[in-house]
């Protein structure tokens, strides 16, 4: 019986980094100490980096999407919410930058996480330096935790160029005249989670969209 043709890649790669997004901003809410919830995010991670990858070399290839659906239902069906209180500002700053502009989800939040995240990084640098050894397998000797930290952080800026995503707002058509008056409409307006690594406020989201550009 024939399968129907795959997701579009474009699409297909939005929501692939999308469901890591949701894995991220839960993995990144509190408590950062070891806990069950956490061990299963970063096996849901690995396995979305993993089989994007797969999924961009083999495109008629069902079985990474296949992984990906399973590893989507993970990654918002509560499990790795189970005990945590979630971080998810990123979601947030999208989704208003969403509202004014009308970019793709998954997109969008690739250009928004690397930045917050080094924004954010000095509020849990331990679980920050534990998400790039976990996640990306980054080795710890001869690296402080912040080092370390911020070296995980460029693996995922890493990632999102090696599969194609926009890594700038420019890339995505969000420039020109009128782009900072708009993107500090879109500050003003995101709701603040106060459950993030280090709480922004609007004045620091602006900061972050301005250096997106």
């Given at each position: 019986?024939?399968?129907r043709?795959?997701?579009?890649?474009?699409?297909?790669?939005?929501?692939?980094?999308d469901m890591?997004s949701?894995?991220m901003e839960?993995?990144f809410?509190a408590?950062?100490?070891n806990n069950?919830?956490?061990?299963?995010a970063?096996a849901?991670?690995?396995?979305i980096?993993?089989?994007?990858?797969?999924m961009i070399?083999?495109?008629?290839?069902?079985?990474?999407?296949?992984?990906l659906?399973?590893?989507?239902a993970?990654?918002?069906?509560?499990?790795?919410?189970?005990?945590?209180q979630?971080?998810?500002?990123?979601?947030?700053i999208?989704?208003?930058?969403?509202?004014?502009t009308?970019?793709?989800?998954g997109?969008?939040?690739?250009?928004i996480?690397?930045?917050?995240y080094?924004?954010?990084?000095?509020g849990?640098p331990?679980?920050?330096a534990?998400?790039?050894?976990?996640v990306?397998?980054?080795?710890?000797?001869?690296?402080?935790?912040?080092?370390l930290a911020?070296a995980?952080?460029?693996a995922?800026?890493?990632l999102?160029a090696?599969?194609?995503?926009?890594?700038?707002?420019?890339?995505?058509?969000?420039?020109g005249?009128?782009?900072?008056?708009?993107?500090?409409?879109?500050?003003d307006?995101?709701?603040?989670?106060?459950t993030c690594?280090?709480v922004?406020?609007?004045?620091?989201?602006?900061?972050i969209?301005?250096?997106?550009?």
């Open positions: 019986m024939p399968c043709p795959p997701t579009p890649m474009k699409q297909a790669l939005s929501g692939a980094f890591l949701h894995s839960t993995y809410g408590p950062h100490d069950l919830s956490d061990l299963i970063e849901n991670m690995r396995c980096i993993d089989n994007t990858r797969k070399a083999a495109p008629e290839d069902l079985a990474p999407r296949s992984e659906f399973w590893a989507s993970m990654a918002e069906n509560g499990i790795l919410k189970i005990g945590k979630t971080a998810f500002q990123a979601h947030m999208e989704h208003q930058l969403g509202a004014y009308d970019c793709n989800h997109f969008g939040l690739a250009v996480h690397p930045t917050m080094r924004h954010m990084m000095s849990a331990e679980k920050f534990r998400f790039a050894a976990a990306w397998g980054i080795d710890a000797d001869g690296r402080t935790t912040e080092e911020a995980g952080i460029d995922l800026e890493a999102i090696e599969i194609g995503l926009s890594a700038k707002l420019s890339d995505m058509g969000i420039e005249e009128g782009v900072d008056e708009m993107l500090r409409a879109v500050a307006s995101t709701i603040i989670i106060p690594p280090r922004l406020d609007a004045d620091e989201v602006y900061e969209l301005e250096e997106c550009k």
